[in-house]
């Protein structure tokens, strides 16, 4: 059974960095392209950035864009967003989505396209 943990959430403070890791429990993550999605209270959940499963293919969502990394390590089996310049904002549950994908090299931004996902971690921004 495929399970996508993430970890690496908390509080931290306008301008801040935080780096969100997602591991994959029964699965190898190099067959999958990856995501990142969040939702904030209230609002529908948001593609924040993806990466293929070779990793050279990323995209990142508009509102994101500059400050948000998305990356993988297939040796730890994880899939990293690292967050910059973070604003009030950006307060969300973060997911981990996983496509599966084995024989492409494309990195998805629609949601509906995502056939896991974890269970989410809180990132809240403020002072």
């Known amino acids: 059974q495929v399970q996508l943990v993430e970890s690496g959430g908390g509080l931290v403070e306008p301008g801040g960095s935080m780096r969100l890791s997602c591991t994959c429990s029964?699965?190898?993550?190099?067959?999958?392209?990856a995501g990142w999605f969040r939702q904030a209270p209230g609002k529908e959940r948001e593609f924040v950035a993806s990466i293929s499963r070779s990793g050279r293919v990323t995209n990142v969502g508009d509102s994101v864009k500059g400050r948000f990394t998305i990356s993988r390590d297939y040796t730890k089996n994880t899939v990293y967003l690292q967050m910059n310049a973070l604003k009030p904002d950006d307060t969300a549950v973060y997911y981990c989505?996983?496509?599966?994908?084995?024989?492409?090299?494309?990195?998805?931004?629609?949601?509906?396209?995502?056939?896991?996902w974890g269970q989410g971690t809180q990132v809240t921004v403020s002072s």
């Open positions: 029964g699965c190898l993550l190099r067959n999958y392209a």
């Open positions: 989505a996983g496509d599966y994908i084995p024989h492409s090299n494309i990195a998805r931004t629609d949601l509906d396209q995502y056939e896991s």
